[in-house]
């Protein structure tokens, strides 16, 4: 016993012993490999060099992020990364931004600086010492750099590679550098040891020539994960199958039929997926749950709404009823996945999208707009009308899409060239290729704007900021409000994938073009089928997205891009520099919808499908010997898929705010208006303008002096409360115009009513966005001589008021509202004659000519200025008839063709897109001989070309497949006769020849070759 009392202690103690050792540290979980391409503006165009390392890099587990702000070098931003890449020629770095480069790589973070990297913050010695060298100078050549550490855990099995490049010198040489390769005798690829991290350097990678090369690809991506260092798991990538599809039936063609990527399930997909460093994607539904997914929207419970539409493209296109479905996608159990699957309706014929509102849903169905309810709670359709019709259906992929509950109670939406011509209340409408509204109960609807090509995206911001984006190289434009075309937006129209299996060219249409001298440049992956502009507009995401960052999708690059928004005046402006919120190096994802959910997450909605073209002229895999399908896409079988998968992109470890609303209560609706998500609070707002409470107006009137309170005043304009005759809301009005935040001034001011005088002062306003307010009032109130002076002095004096695109288009309108009182002051202070170019006087003189003032025109009688010159023209009728008269009935069969083969990129009224499609209207080519217009259609057009006026184009047009004789007469008849163009008619006699005489041509012509 005695002796039991002595071992107690000892066995305790062993005990504890053996507790106390620690445990094998546990091996990192396996992950894509995070790095940070730092560039800049400068001369070795570093976003291009990214766009080429990225294209190739996501195949191999490396995600590429690139980054050219200084700002960005922060202990926290570095953080998120393995790795520092650095490619550029900045000159200066802070202390506080070395320390933090340092900090990152002396814990155990890589840093690999290429090429030029050598070359930065030239003065800065503790930058140079992290490097291990500098460069001396250059020359250039041709060479292969040769391995002197084959042993080296970077060079083994590495095979070196010949190119051209600087002949870099270094010097300031760190005597801990291991040298890897050498040119000649100088130091070319060297590592060293910093702290716990590791150094990677070589002096390769001027330009394309060098970073082209699969050599250097294999060299960076060595470099980048022995830098990354032992503590990073690499995951493993599921293997990609290629097989070669069965096309018995395939159209006519020399091209063989290329491999395709197999399907990955959801998992392995994800694993090739790139998300933001910090961020990660969740897969919330997929096959055979849901089938193509077009579209996503939310109830006011936050239950997701998925348009799944089958009989894209070429299905039914005609008639009541199709195959396509809108279906509810619950989570219910709390796990982050769709586990209930409800057919709210089915029967829809090519539904593309679907909008909540009057207490049921509004769908797009083929040529009609459907109102869909549930009576008795069963969520499934009992009631289905028809709202209006008149959306064509002549080409599927031209039709209306995106559908928004707008912050004024109308429905938003976009349309294509294939456009709208219906009766709507009772008033015929007619318009394509833009942006329109209507009310929920169809009963008005008005064109917004016109845009340049077919349009599938749309998006507001937290202040009603109406965006979106073109599918063909204009990714972002703005809504202006003025009645005209939409503002472009966009810098850069270039997309970043992460992948080299893009849907973007044809087997003749190689993947690079060659410069000369053994030159050669990858050809830009530009837009083509670009999908979506969500705005963030929640809290989840870190602060400086909210508002700041959209989302649009490009199937074919499998990616969904991420664009910066900013403003310059009332101009937004959305820089392309090579970020995605997602990238996919599966060939099957094609992303075509991302929203911000009420959740805070950005939803995405992926297509999944190996075709997502519409029109590929000369497909591979075209697989039918008739034109096009009924919908005017080429027919393929590997359409036929029924996949389709949902994910959702958040910060890691970031929770979800509580989203559902009760209808029945009116408090939490009250409270709903100030949810962090915009999809919440419009909720909100929609059920309180729909409950028809006008007693609610108390509430709402102090909710609109609140954060977010720009809902709150929307729906006491819905309600009627800020009606002219209700002193309450007017006083509101007038006070919220002069409220601290630029949010209600400028709310307020767009819901003034037109007929009430408004005391704000513009010139006392700093905000450039309630200036623009401002001037669209103006241009809504009845014509006043006394603010048409004011105009015309302050268009002189006040600069600021009209500074940028969007205020200089908003004074024009008002003035031209105000016609009389600017003109009447502009004739008594002659303006120098060069400004009656700019954008004010044609648009007040325009509006004269129709208006026709008898105080103008007696001022007329002896004015002989530029301006009373002008004024006098613009009163005569400048009526013109055309010399050449083609046959009607070709004219309409030739407009016909041109709507379903032309118009997508030439645009309905012939204007083309600058630097992209090349104008038809008023181009002085197309009156020539037709001989040239017709060998085009027959093998398509490559290269340079040029039009007077215009931006040279570097076109890519390829033949147009499936047009007989007849067909291409029709077709150059209708360009050549319509718009301002007035030419002879084409015999379809003309065209039998060329085609017999050009048969076995292969490529596209030249400009050049057409002279």
């Given at each position: 016993?005695?002796?039991?009392r002595?071992?107690?202690p000892?066995?305790?103690?062993?005990?504890?012993?053996?507790?106390?050792?620690?445990?094998?540290?546990?091996?990192?979980d396996?992950?894509?490999?995070?790095?940070?391409?730092?560039?800049?503006?400068?001369?070795?165009?570093?976003?291009?060099?990214?766009?080429i390392f990225?294209?190739?890099?996501?195949?191999?587990?490396?995600?590429?992020?690139?980054?050219?702000?200084?700002?960005?070098?922060?202990?926290?931003?570095?953080?998120?990364?393995?790795?520092?890449?650095?490619?550029?020629?900045?000159?200066?770095?802070?202390?506080?931004?070395?320390?933090?480069?340092?900090?990152?790589?002396?814990?155990?973070?890589?840093?690999?600086?290429?090429?030029?990297?050598?070359?930065?913050?030239?003065?800065?010695?503790?930058?140079?010492?992290?490097?291990?060298?500098?460069?001396?100078?250059?020359?250039?050549?041709?060479?292969?750099?040769?391995?002197?550490?084959?042993e080296?855990?970077?060079?083994?099995?590495?095979?070196?590679?010949?190119?051209w490049d600087?002949?870099?010198?270094?010097?300031?040489?760190?005597?801990?550098?291991?040298i890897?390769?050498?040119?000649?005798?100088?130091?070319?690829?060297?590592?060293?040891?910093?702290?716990?991290?590791?150094?990677?350097?070589?002096?390769?990678?001027?330009?394309?020539?060098?970073?082209?090369q699969?050599?250097?690809?294999?060299?960076?991506?060595?470099?980048?994960?022995?830098?990354?260092?032992?503590?990073?798991?690499?995951?493993?990538?599921?293997?990609?199958?290629y097989?070669?599809?069965?096309?018995p039936?395939?159209?006519?063609?020399?091209?063989?039929?290329?491999?395709?990527?197999?399907p990955l399930?959801?998992?392995?997909?994800?694993?090739?997926?790139?998300?933001?460093?910090?961020?990660?994607?969740?897969?919330?539904?997929?096959?055979p749950?849901?089938?193509?997914?077009?579209?996503?929207?939310?109830?006011?419970?936050?239950?997701?709404?998925?348009?799944?539409?089958?009989?894209?493209?070429?299905?039914?296109?005609?008639?009541e009823?199709?195959?396509?479905?809108?279906?509810?996608c619950?989570?219910?159990?709390g796990?982050?996945?769709?586990d209930?699957?409800?057919?709210?309706?089915?029967?829809?014929?090519?539904?593309?999208s679907?909008?909540?509102?009057?207490?049921?849903?509004?769908?797009?169905?083929?040529?009609?707009?459907?109102?869909?309810?549930?009576?008795?709670?069963?969520?499934?359709?009992d009631?289905?009308?028809?709202?209006?019709?008149?959306f064509?259906?002549?080409?599927?992929?031209?039709?209306?899409s995106?559908?928004?509950?707008?912050?004024?109670?109308?429905?938003?939406?976009?349309?294509?060239?294939?456009g709208?011509?219906g009766?709507?209340?009772?008033?015929q409408?007619?318009?394509?290729?833009?942006?329109?509204?209507?009310?929920?109960?169809?009963?008005?609807?008005?064109?917004?704007?016109?845009?340049?090509?077919n349009?599938?995206?749309?998006?507001?911001t937290?202040?009603?900021?109406?965006?979106?984006?073109?599918?063909?190289r204009q990714?972002?434009?703005?809504v202006?409000?003025?009645?005209?075309?939409?503002?472009?937006?966009?810098?850069?129209?270039?997309?970043?994938?992460?992948?080299?299996?893009?849907?973007?060219s044809?087997?003749?249409?190689?993947?690079?073009?060659?410069?000369?001298?053994?030159?050669?440049?990858?050809?830009?992956r530009?837009?083509?089928a670009?999908?979506?502009?969500?705005v963030?507009?929640?809290?989840?995401?870190?602060?400086?997205?909210?508002?700041?960052?959209?989302?649009?999708?490009?199937p074919?690059?499998?990616?969904?891009?991420?664009?910066?928004?900013?403003?310059?005046?009332?101009d937004?402006?959305?820089?392309?520099?090579?970020?995605?919120?997602?990238?996919?190096?599966?060939?099957?994802?094609?992303?075509?919808?991302a929203?911000?959910?009420?959740?805070?997450?950005?939803?995405?909605?992926d297509?999944?499908?190996?075709?997502?073209?519409?029109?590929?002229?000369?497909?591979?895999f075209?697989?039918?010997?008739?034109?096009?399908?009924?919908?005017?896409?080429?027919v393929?079988?590997?359409?036929?898929k029924?996949?389709?998968?949902?994910?959702?992109?958040?910060?890691s470890?970031?929770?979800?705010?509580?989203?559902?609303?009760?209808?029945?209560?009116?408090?939490?609706?009250?409270?709903?208006?100030?949810?962090?998500s915009?999809?919440?609070r419009?909720?909100a707002?929609?059920?309180?303008?729909?409950?028809?409470?006008?007693?609610?107006?108390?509430?709402?009137?102090?909710?609109?002096?609140?954060?977010?309170?720009?809902?709150?005043?929307?729906?006491?304009?819905?309600?009627?409360?800020?009606?002219?005759?209700?002193?309450?809301?007017?006083?509101?009005?007038s006070?919220?115009?002069?409220?601290?935040?630029?949010?209600?001034?400028?709310?307020?001011?767009?819901?003034?009513?037109?007929?009430?005088?408004?005391?704000?002062?513009?010139?006392?306003?700093?905000d450039?966005f309630?200036i623009?307010?401002?001037?669209?009032?103006?241009?809504?109130?009845?014509?006043?001589e006394?603010?048409?002076?004011?105009?015309?002095d302050?268009?002189?004096?006040?600069q600021?008021?009209r500074?940028?695109?969007?205020?200089?288009?908003c004074?024009?309108?008002?003035?031209?509202?105000?016609?009389?009182g600017f003109?009447l002051a502009?004739l008594?202070?002659?303006?120098?004659?060069?400004?009656l170019?700019?954008?004010?006087?044609?648009?007040?003189?325009?509006?004269?000519?129709?208006s026709?003032?008898?105080?103008v025109?007696?001022?007329?009688?002896k004015?002989?200025?530029?301006?009373g010159?002008?004024?006098?023209?613009?009163?005569?009728?400048h009526?013109?008839?055309?010399?050449?008269?083609?046959?009607?009935?070709?004219l309409?069969?030739g407009?016909?063709?041109?709507?379903?083969t032309?118009?997508?990129?030439h645009?309905?009224?012939?204007?083309?897109?600058?630097?992209?499609?090349?104008?038809?209207?008023?181009?002085?080519?197309?009156?020539?001989?037709?001989?040239?217009?017709v060998?085009?259609?027959?093998?398509?057009?490559?290269?340079?070309?040029?039009?007077?006026?215009?931006?040279a184009?570097?076109?890519l047009?390829?033949?147009?497949?499936?047009?007989?004789?007849?067909?291409?007469?029709?077709?150059?008849?209708?360009v050549?006769?319509?718009?301002?163009?007035?030419a002879?008619?084409?015999?379809?006699?003309?065209?039998a020849?060329?085609?017999?005489?050009?048969?076995?041509?292969?490529?596209?012509?030249?400009?050049?070759?057409?002279?």
């Open positions: 016993m005695r002796l039991l002595y071992l107690l000892l066995l305790l103690l062993g005990v504890a012993a053996l507790f106390a050792q620690k445990e094998p540290a546990k091996a990192p396996p992950r894509r490999l995070e790095v940070l391409f730092f560039g800049d503006d400068g001369h070795h165009q570093p976003l291009e060099r990214y766009r990225k294209e190739v890099s996501g195949n191999r587990g490396i995600n590429l992020t690139y980054e050219k702000r200084m700002e960005a070098l922060t202990p926290e931003n570095l953080a998120k990364y393995d790795v520092l890449l650095v490619y550029a020629n900045h000159q200066v770095i802070s202390p506080e931004q070395l320390a933090a480069v340092k900090g990152f790589v002396d814990n155990g973070g890589g840093f690999v600086p290429v090429h030029c990297g050598s070359a930065c913050f030239k003065k800065t010695d503790g930058y140079i010492d992290l490097v291990g060298g500098q460069i001396e100078g250059h020359g250039d050549g041709v060479f292969t750099a040769r391995v002197v550490e084959p080296h855990a970077t060079m083994k099995g590495y095979q070196p590679f010949e190119t600087e002949t870099y010198r270094h010097h300031r040489l760190s005597k801990d550098i291991t890897l390769q050498r040119r000649d005798e100088e130091p070319w690829t060297w590592v060293r040891q910093q702290g716990k991290g590791r150094v990677f350097y070589t002096a390769h990678g001027h330009d394309e020539r060098c970073w082209m699969e050599g250097f690809h294999d060299l960076l991506d060595r470099g980048i994960r022995w830098a990354a260092g032992e503590n990073v798991s690499l995951v493993d990538l599921p293997a990609l199958e097989k070669v599809p069965m096309l039936d395939r159209y006519e063609t020399k091209q063989p039929v290329p491999k395709v990527q197999q399930s959801p998992e392995d997909s994800m694993k090739r997926a790139q998300v933001p460093a910090g961020f990660e994607l969740s897969l919330f539904a997929a096959e749950d849901i089938e193509h997914p077009i579209a996503i929207a939310w109830d006011h419970r936050g239950r997701l709404w998925v348009v799944e539409t089958l009989d894209y493209p070429n299905g039914m296109t005609t008639g009823r199709g195959n396509d479905r809108l279906k509810i619950e989570d219910t159990n796990d982050g996945r769709a209930k699957f409800t057919v709210f309706a089915d029967k829809l014929a090519l539904a593309t679907a909008v909540h509102a009057n207490g049921g849903v509004i769908v797009s169905s083929g040529g009609k707009m459907l109102f869909l309810k549930d009576t008795d709670g069963d969520d499934k359709a009631e289905r009308r028809v709202l209006f019709e008149g064509k259906m002549h080409d599927t992929h031209a039709g209306v995106n559908l928004r509950y707008g912050f004024d109670g109308w429905i938003y939406g976009t349309v294509g060239y294939a709208f011509d009766m709507v209340g009772g008033k409408a007619k318009f394509d290729t833009g942006v329109f509204r209507f009310l929920p109960d169809g009963s008005q609807i008005e064109f917004l704007g016109k845009t340049t090509n349009t599938w995206g749309l998006g507001f937290e202040q009603f900021d109406v965006l979106g984006s073109t599918a063909n990714p972002s434009w703005q202006i409000g003025d009645g005209g075309n939409v503002h472009r937006a966009d810098r850069g129209t270039r997309i970043f994938p992460t992948t080299l299996d893009i849907q973007g044809d087997g003749w249409d190689p993947p690079v073009e060659l410069l000369g001298d053994g030159r050669i440049r990858a050809k830009s530009h837009y083509t670009a999908a979506g502009h969500a963030y507009t929640a809290d989840r995401f870190p602060e400086d997205w909210r508002n700041k960052a959209a989302f649009v999708c490009e074919t690059g499998h990616l969904v891009s991420m664009t910066r928004l900013r403003a310059e005046n009332a937004f402006i959305a820089s392309f520099e090579g970020e995605n919120l997602y990238a996919s190096s599966d060939a099957w994802s094609a992303p075509v919808a929203e911000t959910g009420p959740d805070g997450a950005v939803w995405i909605s297509w999944y499908n190996i075709i997502v073209q519409h029109n590929r002229p000369g497909a591979p075209e697989q039918t010997k008739v034109e096009r399908g009924a919908g005017a896409a080429y393929t079988p590997l359409r036929e029924p996949m389709g998968r949902i994910y959702r992109v958040y910060p470890g970031s929770t979800e705010a509580a989203s559902a609303l009760n209808p029945s209560d009116p408090e939490s609706v009250l409270k709903g208006l100030k949810h962090p915009l999809v919440v419009l909720h707002q929609r059920l309180l303008v729909e409950s028809g409470k006008k007693d609610i107006a108390s509430s709402l009137i102090s909710a609109a002096k609140e954060e977010h309170g720009i809902h709150a005043l929307h729906a006491l304009k819905q309600l009627g409360a800020l009606a002219p005759d209700q002193s309450q809301g007017t006083a509101l009005l006070e919220l115009s002069r409220n601290p935040s630029a949010d209600l001034r400028r709310t307020a001011l767009s819901l003034w009513p037109a007929e009430t005088s408004c005391d704000f002062d513009p010139l006392k306003e700093p450039p309630v623009r307010e401002w001037l669209l009032l103006a241009a809504r109130m009845p014509a006043d006394t603010l048409g002076r004011k105009l015309r302050w268009h002189r004096s006040q600021h008021l500074r940028g695109e969007v205020l200089d288009r004074f024009a309108v008002a003035a031209a509202r105000h016609s009389t003109l502009s008594a202070n002659a303006p120098d004659p060069s400004v170019k700019e954008r004010i006087y044609p648009a007040a003189i325009k509006a004269f000519a129709a026709r003032s008898p105080q025109l007696a001022l007329l009688e004015d002989t200025s530029p301006l010159n002008a004024l006098k023209e613009a009163v005569k009728d009526h013109v008839e055309k010399k050449h008269n083609p046959p009607a009935d070709q309409a069969r407009e016909a063709v041109y709507a379903r032309c118009a997508a990129c645009q309905s009224n012939g204007t083309g897109v600058d630097g992209a499609f090349p104008p038809l209207d008023g181009n002085a080519s197309i009156a020539g001989n037709p001989d040239a217009l060998k085009i259609v027959l093998h398509g057009l490559t290269g340079p070309v040029e039009v007077p006026g215009k931006l184009v570097n076109s047009m390829p033949p147009v497949i499936g047009l007989n004789d007849a067909d291409i007469a029709d077709v150059l008849t209708f050549r006769h319509a718009w301002s163009n007035d002879p008619a084409v015999n379809p006699a003309v065209v020849p060329l085609r017999e005489s050009t048969k076995d041509r292969q490529a596209p012509w030249t400009a050049a070759e057409l002279k």
